[in-house]
């Protein structure tokens, strides 16, 4: 999701400002203390955070939040998820009610520079899109002309709905409403011709519905959507460990590193790999980690790659393609720093 317009941003901010203090604090030493990590993650989207049928929290940004726990205590399972919507996630972040903010979220230059943010690498490049019923008989966006769309309040969907039907000449009717649940029913009751929103989103939007087969994403991808954790400013350390723990899913991935091999790997004459794992250079010191932090991601959650096939994958609900999120070697836009 984009989240807030620029006015929603500055609005925002002054929450910063009341809870500068909080953005100071050393969150490391609070995650240890406390015992566990605070994530938050969205309303039970499918495939990004939702509880399965025992309760665990499962999905793509789930499991960043069990990487980065993983890096801070040493296990991925000791996190709490606090579900946060649109309207108030950064607030969560700017007080200190969460200590890491993994939710679909757009990294913006008004969000970084205003908001008293920093974002983590990205971990999800996305796009906003459009999703129609396969009965409309409508196969490009460009065929729309004076479609209601469904959508939700306090993003940028409007306005990248306006920049790109004004291209067209054409007009739309925005129908909006104040929950993804109310959103959802709202379109798959007919009241809106189409709903737009991230092309990830569509994906677990339409992964809900009753009947998947009757419902198509449009190919036109209308906006970029760099989807990045996020945490709180004037915290170099936390912010480099949320970053390096990001980039270690990757490397490990373009290492050939899984949640099955990684013992394996420990052996490995790749001196990357051992600088990776902890096996030498005590990397984890400068981070003020265990030197076998890496090691505890991948054995928690494994690599970037199976991640992402867990929980969006093609053999899932949501069916969906690597894409700009393979790895920079095999065509995609995923990239890792040298581990040195």
Known sequence: MKGLTLAG????????????????????????QR????????????????????????????DICRAIAAA?????????????????????????????????????YSREASLGLDFAPVVFYDGQGLMVPKSLGVTSAAELKDAAICTLPGTTTAQNLSDF???????FELVVFESPDENRAAFFSGRCDAISSDRSDLASIRAVSNKPDDYVVLPE?????????????????????????????????????????????????????QR?????????????LDDKWAY????????YGEVFDR??????RLAMTRGPNAPWNSGGLLYAPPFR
Do not use: H
């Open 9 to 32: 941003c500055l609005s925002a901010a002054l929450g910063f400002l009341a809870t500068a203090a909080i953005a100071n604090a050393d969150t490391l030493d609070t995650v240890k």
């Open 35 to 62: 015992g566990k990590l605070i994530c938050g993650v969205s309303l039970a989207t499918p495939g990004f955070a939702a509880p399965n049928d025992q309760g665990r929290m499962e999905g793509f940004d789930a």
């Open 72 to 108: 801070a205590l040493g296990d991925g399972d000791k996190v709490e998820y606090v579900p946060t919507n649109i309207n108030t996630r950064f607030q969560a972040l700017q007080s200190g009610e969460i200590d890491v903010l993994s939710r679909q979220t757009t990294q913006t």
């Open 165 to 171: 039907f004004g291209k067209l000449g054409s007009k």
């Open 221 to 273: 991808t209308i906006s970029k959507e760099p989807l990045a954790p996020a945490v709180r400013q004037n915290d170099s350390n936390w912010r480099d460990i949320v970053s390096w723990s990001v980039w270690m899913l990757m490397a490990a991935e373009e290492k050939g590193i899984t949640k099955a091999n990684v013992d394996e790997k420990l052996k490995s004459d790749d001196q990357e790999i």
């Open 276 to 288: 990776m794992l902890g096996v030498n250079d005590n990397l984890g010191e400068m981070l003020k």
């Open 296 to 303: 505890n991601i991948i054995k928690s959650v494994g690599n």
């Open 311 to 316: 929980a969006l994958g093609e053999k899932t």
